[in-house]
């Protein structure tokens, strides 16, 4: 049994900041590479960041320099810092495990005005 629950939206200026954060239940989250998604209306989900279980990272270009991911393999829990956001970056943001899709959370929903 896995739940996966992202909590840390909300709306925000342009240029802000905000940090979203999964917990996962279940075992298999120490052991496992960690990705952040989003969708944006009538868009596909897409990769946003992905972690290793040892602290590896890699970005969407569209994200690079401006969102860093990182995780507390004690807490079963994975963040994303946000930086300088855009309105482009609005969308539902989830958690999950990119080489094996658990069933997706309610997803935190990020919005940037302009």
């Known amino acids: 049994q896995v739940q996966l629950v992202e909590s840390g939206g909300g709306l925000v200026q342009a240029g802000g900041s905000l940090r979203l954060s999964c917990a996962a239940s279940g075992s298999m989250f120490s052991f496992s590479t960690m990705g952040w998604y989003r969708q944006a209306p009538g868009k596909q989900r897409e990769l946003v960041a992905t972690?290793?279980?040892?602290?590896?990272?890699d970005y969407a270009d569209s994200v690079k320099g401006r969102f860093t991911i990182s995780r507390d393999n004690a807490k079963n829990t994975v963040y994303l810092q946000m930086n300088s956001l855009r309105p482009e970056d609005t969308a539902v943001f989830y958690c999950?495990?990119?080489?094996?899709?658990?069933?997706w959370g309610q997803g935190t929903q990020v919005t940037v005005s302009s």
């Open positions: 972690i290793t279980r040892r602290g590896s990272t």
């Open positions: 999950n495990y990119p080489a094996a899709f658990r069933p």
